[in-house]
C-alpha cells in the first residue's frame, strides 16, 4: 500500500493546487454529438471522495449505491459526496465532510493523496474527485436515506482498460454515448466511470 500511495501522489493532481474553474472533463467525454449539444451553463462546485482501501488482499475502491427514492441519480453507483457549502473551504473538505455524513467514514482515517480532473456532470456539477487512502479499520456506517449499500471493487478491476465499454441510451433525439464498467452484479456508468476511467489512464494500466 506504501508504494501505490506514492505512485498515485506522483500521478495526481497535487491538493496544494487549485482545481480548475472551467472542467477538464466531462460525462460526455465519449460523445462529440452531445458535447456540441450541451449549452453553456453555470456548474455548481461539488466534490466526491474516491475512497481506496485494503483489507480483502488487496487494494479496493468504496463505492456506493444511492438509495432508490432520490430525486436525482436514485439506485446509480456513486462515490461519496455532493455539493460543496460555503463553510467548507474547499474540495477536499468537501469530500471528507459528505464522506463522513454518507458513509461515517472520520476524515482522521482518510489520507488525501492528491486529486483528479474535474469533471462536468450531466447536471451542470463541476466536481473534484479527491482520491484518499482509507484506514482499513474504517467501519461504516450508512446514511439510509441517501445510501442503499457500500461495496467495493478491486483496484486492479478498475485500473484494466478493457474492462471499460462504450454504452448508449435515448436521450430525446439523439442517441447519448458514455462510458460503463460492470463488477459482479454492480453497473458503474456515467461521471462515475468517467472519473474512474481519467484513473486509470493516470495510473496507465498498472
Same mark, same amino acid.
Given at each position: 500500500m506504501r508504494e501505490l500511495r506514492?505512485?498515485?501522489r506522483e500521478r495526481l493532481r497535487d491538493v496544494?493546487?487549485?482545481p480548475p474553474t472551467e472542467p477538464a472533463r466531462g460525462d460526455f467525454d465519449p460523445d462529440p454529438e452531445w458535447r456540441a449539444r450541451?449549452?453553456?451553463a453555470e456548474l455548481a462546485p461539488a466534490a466526491?471522495?474516491?475512497?481506496?482501501?485494503s483489507r480483502n488482499g488487496g487494494p479496493a475502491v468504496l463505492l456506493t449505491r444511492r438509495s432508490s427514492h432520490l430525486n436525482a441519480h436514485a439506485g446509480q453507483v456513486s462515490f461519496p459526496g455532493g455539493r460543496l457549502e460555503p463553510s467548507d473551504g474547499g474540495?477536499?473538505?468537501a469530500a471528507l465532510r459528505e464522506s463522513e455524513e454518507e458513509i461515517g467514514l472520520d476524515p482522521e482515517q482518510v489520507d488525501v493523496v492528491g486529486l483528479l480532473d474535474t469533471c462536468r456532470t /450531466?447536471? %451542470?456539477y463541476i466536481v473534484t474527485p479527491v482520491v484518499g487512502i482509507v484506514d482499513p479499520d474504517f467501519e461504516p456506517r450508512l446514511d439510509g436515506f441517501e445510501v442503499a449499500e457500500l461495496f467495493e471493487a478491486p483496484l486492479d478491476h478498475l485500473l484494466a482498460r478493457?474492462?471499460?465499454?462504450?454504452? /448508449?441510451? %435515448?436521450?430525446?433525439g439523439f442517441t447519448r454515448v458514455f462510458y460503463a464498467i460492470y463488477y459482479e452484479r454492480w453497473r458503474i456508468w456515467g461521471a462515475t466511470a468517467g472519473m474512474l476511467f481519467d484513473l486509470m489512464e493516470r495510473m496507465d494500466g498498472e
Open positions: 506514492a505512485r498515485l496544494a493546487l487549485a450541451r449549452v453553456p466526491v471522495l474516491v475512497p481506496i482501501v474540495p477536499v473538505a /450531466s447536471t %451542470d478493457r474492462n471499460f465499454v462504450r454504452e /448508449s441510451r %435515448d436521450a430525446g
